[in-house]
C-alpha cells in the first residue's frame, strides 16, 4: 500500500455504498473498530531534541516504526513523550517525509549513518523523492564499491575453495592469472611465446647476408629455414594447447567460441595448419604466402595480458559512429581537393596529377601534414589550392580529434549513467511492485487465514517482511473489508496468479479431453453460434494456426494461447485478452454441459464447481443452454 | 498576489534582451512556450480557499473536530485545496491493486463533482461524505443513483448500468475464482433490471429504485455498513 493513502481509506470505505445496490451477495460485517482516539499532538523526544506533530500525521504511514504500535516501546512515562536515542539531525528529515509526503536525502550526510536511520524507523529508500533520489543511490553506489574493493583485496589472497572441481580451478586459473602459480607461469609461458613468436615473424625477413649460390641477399628466413620453422611449430603447439584448454574449461563454450580473443587465437594458429596441410601445392603457393601475413595477429593475443589494450579496443569500438564521421569528413574533403588540384593542374606539362584518385595520394600527404614531395603542384592556381589544402587539412583534421576524444569520456560516462540509471529503475520498479504485490498478497493470506483482524500479524508476515516493520491492524481490517465488500458485489473471489493459471489449465485439460470424446453429442446450434464468434478471433494471437478440423483444431490452438500467453501486467489490455480467451472458453462450456450429463464421469470439478457454487443466474444461464439443446 | 509583478518585470527583461539579439527567432519560441509554462504554473499555483469552518458545520452533518481532522488530511494530499480527475484516480487506484480501478474512479468523480468543473474542492468532497456516511437512507439512494445516472438525465438505461457494472468488475481484475466471463456484467446488469424495472420499459427511474432498494432487506443492511467509518 503506497504511504499516505490511508487518510483517503474513510473516503474510499464510503464511496462503496455506490456498489451496495447491485450487489449480488449480503456484505460481510465490518470490522470490529477500536474506539477512535482523538488526533492529539505527540511530543518527541530525539536526543533532547523536541519534535511535535499530530498523531494522525505519523499514522499516515501505518507500516513504519513511528506509524505503528512499535513507537509504544518508545514511551516515556515520566515526561509524556516519545525518546529516541538517535540523531536529530537526520530524524529531521525523517519527520519531514511525514509531513509532505516525500523523503529527501541530504548531500551532507554520511550514507551509511542515513541508512541506518531509515532501516531503524522502517522506511524504504525507494520512497526518496526525484530531486535526491539519483544523488543518495550515486554515493550508495560509491560506498559499495569502496567496501568491495577491501573485500576483493582480502579475497584474492584467500585459498581456493576446495569443493572447485578442476574445470572452474582451470578457468579460474586462465582469467586470473595472479590466484596460483602454476597460472603465473602459464601466463609468463605463453606471453614469453607470443613474444618469441612474433620477433621471428619480424627477424625471419631481415636479410642474413649472403649465400655462396645467390648474388643477393636472402633473408635469414630462407637461410635457417629448418630453424625458423622449428621456432614456429613450437610456438603453434603452445598456443594450441593453450587454445583447447581454454575451450575445455570454458563455462559457456559457444560463447567461447564466439568471443573476440578466441577468433585471434584461431586466426594465429590456423595459418600454420594451413601451410602443413598445402605445402606440396605450387599452385596455392602465393595464397599461402599472404596467409602468412595473418600471423602477426599473434600480437594481439597481448591483450589477454594487458588491461589497457582491452579498454582501447572497447572505446575503439564505442565511438565507432565518432570515427565514422571523422572519415567521411575526411573523404569529402579529399575528393573536393583532389578534384580541384587535378583540374588546377591539368594545363601543365609533365604532371604527375594524371588522374582524380592520382591526386588522392597527394591531397593526403598535404592534409595531414606529411609533405612527401613526390607529387607538387607546378602551376600558380595549382599551388594556391596546395595551400589552401594544407591549411584545411590542418583544421580538418584538428579539430575532430579533440571532439573524439571528449566523445569518448562523454559516451564513456554516459553509457554507464544510463546503464545505471536503468538498472536503478528496474529495481526500483520491482521494489515497489513487490511492496504492491504484497499488500495485495496480504488481503489473500487474510481470507485464507479465516481469522478476523485481530489478528493482522499473520496478514504482516506475509506481506513483504523486508519492506515493512509492523501494520496497523486497523486500517488493514478496514482495508480487507473494504475489499471482501468488492467480491460479494460482483461475487467473485480475488485469488492469486498460480490459482488462476492452475484453474485455467484445468479448464483447457477439461476441454480438451471432452472435446475427444464428446465431438459427437455437441449441438450444432451452440457450434454455429459460437464458432462464428471463435472463427473471427481464430486470425489473430495464434502463433501456430491450426487448420485442422473444426473443433479439435481450435481447442488447439486455445490451450497454445493459455500456455504461451503469460499476461505479467494488469493493463486494460491484457485484461481484455485474456477475458477474450475466458469467452472461448465459456463458449465451451454449453457442450460441457450437455457432455457431462451424458457421461458418467466428470474428471474436472472446477466447471461443476462454478455451476454449484456460483451465483444464481450464473447455473440459471447453464441450465437455460441445457434444455435449448 | 505580488508574484505577477515580479514575472511581468522579468518578462519585460527578457523582451528587451531580445530585441537586443538579432539571431533570438528560436529562442523567442521558446521563451514563450516557457512564459506559456509559468503562467500555467502560477494558474494551478492559485490556492483554493474552502468556506469558513461554521458554513461547512451547517451545511454537512460532522461536527468541528472532524471537519478539522478531514481538512488536514484532504490538504496533505492536495495542497493546492482541489483534486483533478487523474490525481483522484490515482488515489482510488491504490486500493484495488489488482485490478484497473479507473473507470469507476472516473463514475466516483463525477458523482463527487457536483458542479462539474472539473475539480473536486473541500466542499464537494466534504458534501459527499456528509451525505454517504450521515444521510438518510433516502438520500445514500438518491445518491447511488446519481452515481449510475451517468448522463444525469434521471434515468438509468441498461448501457449505463452495463458501463458502471464493467467499471466495478474491472477492479476485480482477472486473477478471480471463478474465473470472469465476459458475460458477468452483462447478466449482473440483466439481474438488476429485473429486480428494479417494476413497468417493464427498459429504464430505472429514481421511484422504481428508491422503492425497490427500500423493499429490499439486504440493500438496507448493507446500506447503514459505513455509518462509523469517520
Not at chain 1, 571523422?326 to 588546377?344: G, H, K, N
Amino acid at each position: 500500500m503506497a504511504a499516505g493513502v490511508a487518510a483517503w481509506l474513510p473516503f474510499a470505505r464510503a464511496a462503496a455504498i455506490g456498489w451496495m445496490p447491485v450487489a449480488s451477495t449480503p456484505m460481510p460485517a465490518p470490522p470490529r473498530e477500536k474506539r477512535r482516539t482523538q488526533d492529539g499532538l505527540i511530543i518527541l523526544n530525539v536526543s533532547g531534541t523536541k519534535f511535535q506533530t499530530w498523531r494522525n500525521t505519523l499514522e499516515r504511514y501505518p507500516d513504519t516504526l513511528l506509524g505503528s504500535t512499535e513507537r509504544d516501546f518508545f514511551f516515556h512515562e515520566e515526561t509524556n513523550e516519545y525518546f529516541f536515542d538517535r540523531d536529530p539531525d537526520i530524524f529531521r528529515h525523517i519527520l519531514n517525509f511525514y509531513r509532505t509526503g516525500k523523503l529527501h536525502y541530504p548531500r551532507h550526510e554520511c550514507i551509511s549513518a542515513y541508512d541506518e536511520e531509515l532501516a531503524f524507523f522502517g522506511i524504504i529508500p525507494e520512497i526518496i523523492g526525484d530531486c535526491c533520489y539519483e544523488e543518495y543511490k550515486d554515493r550508495r553506489r560509491e560506498n559499495a564499491e569502496r567496501i568491495q574493493d577491501d573485500e576483493d583485496n582480502d579475497n584474492n589472497n584467500d585459498l581456493v575453495t576446495p569443493d572447485m572441481t578442476m574445470r572452474e580451478s582451470m578457468w579460474r586459473a586462465f582469467e586470473n592469472p595472479h590466484t596460483s602459480t602454476m597460472a603465473l607461469v602459464f601466463y609468463y609461458v605463453t606471453g614469453f611465446f607470443i613474444a618469441v613468436s612474433v620477433m621471428a615473424n619480424v627477424v625471419e625477413t631481415v636479410p642474413c647476408g649472403s649465400s655462396l649460390n645467390r648474388a643477393k641477399d636472402i633473408s635469414c628466413g630462407e637461410r635457417y629455414a629448418l630453424a625458423f620453422f622449428c621456432l614456429d611449430t613450437a610456438c603453434v603447439m603452445i598456443f594450441t594447447i593453450e587454445y583447447l584448454l581454454r575451450l575445455i574449461a570454458a563455462p559457456s563454450r559457444y560463447k567461447f567460441v564466439k568471443s573476440v580473443m578466441s577468433i585471434i587465437d584461431v586466426v594465429a594458429i590456423m595459418p600454420y595448419y594451413i601451410g602443413l596441410v598445402m605445402t606440396d601445392n605450387e599452385d596455392v603457393s602465393g595464397a599461402f604466402v599472404t596467409l602468412r601475413v595473418f600471423r602477426v595477429f599473434r600480437i594481439f593475443k597481448f591483450s589477454r595480458h594487458s588491461a589497457g589494450l582491452r579498454i582501447l579496443g572497447y572505446t575503439l569500438k564505442s565511438c565507432a559512429s565518432e570515427l565514422g564521421f571523422l572519415l567521411f569528413s575526411l573523404t569529402m574533403a579529399i575528393i573536393i581537393f583532389a578534384t580541384v588540384m587535378f583540374y588546377a593542374e591539368k594545363g601543365s606539362t609533365a604532371s604527375k596529377f594524371t588522374s582524380i584518385p592520382a591526386a588522392f595520394w597527394y591531397t593526403i600527404v598535404t592534409m595531414t601534414t606529411l609533405g612527401y614531395g613526390d607529387m607538387v603542384p607546378k602551376t600558380i592556381v595549382g599551388k594556391i589550392f596546395g595551400s589552401i589544402c594544407s591549411l584545411s587539412g590542418v583544421l580538418v583534421i584538428a579539430l575532430p580529434v579533440p571532439v573524439i576524444v571528449s566523445n569518448f569520456s562523454r559516451i564513456y560516462h554516459q553509457s554507464q549513467r544510463a546503464e545505471k540509471r536503468r538498472a536503478q529503475k528496474k529495481t526500483r520498479l520491482a521494489r515497489i511492485r513487490a511492496a504492491k504485490r504484497g499488500g495485495a498478497s496480504a488481503y489473500l493470506q487474510y481470507k485464507r487465514n479465516g481469522l478476523p483482524s485481530d489478528a493482522p500479524d499473520e496478514a504482516s508476515k506475509e506481506a513483504g517482511q523486508a519492506l515493512v516493520s509492523k501494520v496497523n491492524p486497523t486500517f488493514e481490517s478496514q482495508h480487507h473489508h473494504l475489499l471482501h465488500c468488492l467480491e460479494r458485489t460482483t461475487n467473485h473471489e480475488f485469488v492469486d496468479e498460480q490459482t488462476y493459471e492452475t484453474s485455467c489449465m484445468e479448464m483447457t485439460l477439461a476441454n480438451q479431453t471432452r472435446s475427444r470424446s464428446s465431438s459427437v453429442s455437441s449441438s450444432p446450434h451452440g457450434l454455429s453460434s459460437c464458432c462464428s464468434r471463435r472463427n473471427k478471433r481464430k486470425s489473430f494471437h495464434v502463433p501456430n494456426s491450426t487448420t485442422g478440423g473444426g473443433r479439435h483444431g481450435s481447442v488447439q490452438e486455445l490451450s497454445t494461447i493459455q500456455i504461451q500467453e503469460r499476461p505479467l501486467s494488469n493493463s486494460r489490455s491484457s485484461l481484455n485478452a485474456k477475458l477474450e480467451e475466458t469467452a472461448q472458453l465459456n463458449c465451451d462450456q454449453p457442450f460441457i454441459t450437455a457432455a457431462i450429463i451424458s457421461m458418467p464421469t466428470p474428471p474436472v470439478t472446477t466447471p461443476e464447481g462454478d455451476e454449484s457454487a456460483g451465483s444464481p443466474d450464473y447455473s440459471q444461464s447453464n441450465i437455460v443452454r441445457v434444455s435449448a439443446l | 498576489g505580488f508574484i505577477y509583478p515580479q514575472s511581468s518585470n522579468k518578462r519585460g527583461l527578457k523582451a528587451q534582451l531580445r530585441k537586443l539579439i538579432p539571431c533570438s527567432g528560436g529562442r523567442r519560441a521558446s521563451a514563450r512556450t516557457q512564459n506559456s509554462v509559468e503562467d500555467e504554473l502560477e494558474l494551478s499555483a492559485v490556492r483554493h480557499r474552502p468556506e469558513g469552518l461554521e458554513q461547512l458545520e451547517a451545511q454537512t452533518r460532522f461536527t468541528r473536530k472532524e471537519l478539522q481532522v478531514l481538512y488536514r488530511g484532504f490538504k496533505n494530499e492536495c495542497p493546492s485545496g482541489v483534486v483533478n480527475e487523474d490525481t483522484f484516480k490515482d488515489i482510488y487506484s491504490q486500493f484495488f491493486p489488482q485490478g484497473d480501478a479507473s473507470t469507476y474512479a472516473h463514475f466516483l468523480f463525477n458523482a463527487f463533482d457536483t458542479d462539474h468543473n472539473g475539480s473536486v474542492s473541500f466542499e464537494d468532497f466534504v458534501m459527499g461524505l456528509s451525505i454517504l456516511l450521515r444521510g438518510s437512507v433516502q438520500e445514500k439512494l438518491n445518491w447511488a443513483f446519481n452515481l449510475y445516472d451517468i448522463n444525469k438525465d434521471g434515468y438509468i438505461t441498461k448501457e449505463e448500468m452495463l458501463d458502471i457494472m464493467k467499471a466495478i468488475y474491472d477492479m476485480m481484475g482477472k486473477c478471480t475464482y471463478p474465473i470472469l466471463k465476459e458475460e458477468a456484467p452483462r447478466q449482473h446488469v440483466e439481474i438488476f433490471f429485473q429486480k428494479m424495472d417494476k413497468n417493464k420499459d427498459g429504464v430505472v427511474t429514481i421511484d422504481e429504485f428508491i422503492d425497490c432498494c427500500q423493499n429490499d432487506e439486504n440493500i438496507m443492511r448493507s446500506m447503514q455498513l459505513f455509518e462509523n467509518v469517520i
